[in-house]
């Protein structure tokens, strides 16, 4: 990929869903399994979406501005 923020920037919500699906699962929408490589592209893409539009980040996630979130432990 040229520049992986660039086409971060063109993802819609409902892509970014789908494909952040396909890595949690290991498979594409229509049941094929992603490769090694198609995982590592997959998430790199994920990672940098977030960064662009994660205003709310989950316990662990890239948050809005490309750091790192994770939820701190209450004790």
């Known amino acids: ?3 992986i923020t660039a086409y971060a920037k063109k993802l ?3 892509l970014y869903l789908q494909l ?3 890595v949690e699962t ?3 929408l229509d049941g094929k399994p992603l490769n090694d490589n198609q ?3 997959t998430l790199q893409l994920i990672m940098a979406y977030q960064s662009l ?3 709310t980040p ?4 890239i948050a809005k501005g ?3 979130y994770m939820e701190k432990n209450p004790c």
């Not at 989950?58 to 996630?61: T, V």
Request: proline share 4%; no cysteine; aromatic share 8%.
């Open 53 to 55: 539009h994660n205003e």
């Open 58 to 61: 989950e316990h662990f996630s």
């Open 12 to 14: 819609s919500p409902s």
């Open 1 to 3: 990929m040229l520049n």
């Open 26 to 28: 290991g498979k594409w």
């Open 66 to 68: 490309g750091e790192i």
């Open 20 to 22: 952040k699906q396909s």
């Open 39 to 41: 995982k590592a592209e």
